[in-house]
C-alpha cells in the first residue's frame, strides 16, 4: 500500500524562516529533449546543435558565485554524451541525482523498460562522479496515481529518496491529493521511499506552484517570494527548480515543432530566468536535496 498521504515525525520545524535551509535543484537535459518538444523523433536528437555544457556550467558558475551547492539530476543520455560535464558538477562539490535515462515520462514506459532506464543512469552517473546517486526525478513529474509503481522500482534498484510529486492537478501530471511536506513512503514491497515533493503554496485553499521552472518565467517573481516564504513560515523547507536551457534564450527556435501552447511555456522569459535566479539565491538559503533531507532526519 502507498502511504503517499502519511507524514514523518522527523518533519520539524526550524525558529526561524531565514534559518531554513531550502533545496534546490537542476534538472540537467538539452534544449530539444523538452516534453515540449515531444514530436522530435529521439533518433534525430543528434541532429541538434547540443547546448547543455554551455548552459550548465552558466548555471554553475551562478552557483558558485552565491556560494550554494545544489542537485543536480542529470539524464544518462547526456551524461553518456558528456561524461566530463557529470565529472565537472560533482568535482565543484554539487550533489548528483539521476533523471532517467532518454527522458521518457513514465507511463510511455513498461516497468521493465523504467527499470533499465533507471539502472543504467544510476550506474553511469556513480561511475563519471564518484559518489553514490541517492536521489531521482522523474521526467516531466511523471509520478503520478497511475505510475506510483515507480517508487519500488526506485527502491529496488537503490534509490534513498524521490522527488518526482507534484502536488497539485496539470493537464500532465501531479497528484492533486499527495502530502506536501517531506515524509517517507511506504511502499507495497516492503520497502519505504522519501519523497521530497515540488513546492505548492495556497491561496484560497487552492494550490500554487511556486517550485520553479517554467512557473518561475511566466508567473511574478514576487509571487514565487511569496509562496516560499509561506512554507517557510509553517517550519518547512521549500523545493527549487530549473533546467540549463532555461539561461540560453539565445538557443536554436524549434517553435514549429511544438504546440503554440508548448512553444508559449518554453521560450516565454527565457531572459528573465538569470536575474531572477540571481535574486532569488540572495534572498533564501539554498542547499542541496540531499543535505536538507539530512537536516530534517530523513537520511
Not at 562539490?93 to 543512469?121: N, Q, Y
Not at 503520478?144 to 493537464?171: C, E, M, N
Amino acid at each position: 500500500m502507498y502511504a503517499v498521504g502519511s507524514t514523518s515525525a522527523h518533519s520539524r520545524p526550524l525558529s526561524t524562516e531565514t534559518g531554513i535551509l531550502n533545496g534546490i535543484s537542476v534538472d540537467v537535459e538539452d534544449y530539444y529533449q523538452v516534453y515540449n518538444f515531444r514530436g522530435i523523433d529521439r533518433s534525430a536528437w543528434d541532429d541538434f546543435e547540443s547546448r547543455v555544457e554551455r548552459s550548465t556550467e552558466r548555471v554553475l558558475d551562478i552557483l558558485d558565485e552565491a556560494g550554494v551547492s545544489g542537485t543536480f539530476f542529470c539524464l544518462g543520455c547526456v551524461a553518456e554524451r558528456h561524461p566530463d560535464l557529470i565529472r565537472a558538477i560533482a568535482d565543484r562539490g554539487h550533489e548528483i541525482g539521476s533523471h532517467g535515462w532518454s527522458h521518457k515520462p513514465l507511463w510511455e514506459l513498461e516497468r521493465s523498460a523504467f527499470v533499465d532506464e533507471v539502472t543504467r543512469s544510476k550506474s553511469l552517473l556513480e561511475d563519471l562522479s564518484g559518489s553514490q546517486v541517492l536521489g531521482f526525478r522523474a521526467p516531466s513529474f511523471s509520478i503520478t496515481k497511475q505510475t506510483l509503481w515507480g517508487l519500488d522500482v526506485l527502491a529496488d534498484v537503490g534509490f534513498r529518496y524521490d522527488s518526482s510529486i507534484f502536488p497539485l492537478r496539470h493537464p500532465d501530471y501531479g497528484i492533486p491529493d499527495a502530502n506536501e511536506e517531506i515524509h517517507r513512503i511506504d511502499l507495497s514491497g516492503g520497502g519505504s521511499i522519501v519523497e521530497f515533493p515540488m513546492t505548492v503554496a495556497r491561496f484560497l485553499g487552492r494550490p500554487v506552484p511556486v517550485s520553479g521552472g517554467g512557473y518561475f518565467r511566466l508567473l511574478p517573481f514576487g509571487l514565487t517570494c511569496w509562496g516560499l516564504r509561506q512554507i517557510m513560515r509553517r517550519g518547512r523547507p521549500a523545493i527549487f527548480y530549473l533546467h540549463p536551457w532555461e539561461l540560453d534564450p539565445d538557443q536554436p527556435n524549434l517553435r514549429d515543432r511544438a504546440t503554440r501552447l508548448g512553444a508559449f511555456r518554453h521560450y516565454t522569459g527565457l531572459k528573465r530566468t538569470e536575474p531572477r535566479l540571481r535574486r532569488l539565491l540572495q534572498t533564501f538559503r539554498f542547499g542541496s536535496l540531499r543535505r536538507v533531507l539530512e537536516e530534517r532526519g530523513f537520511m
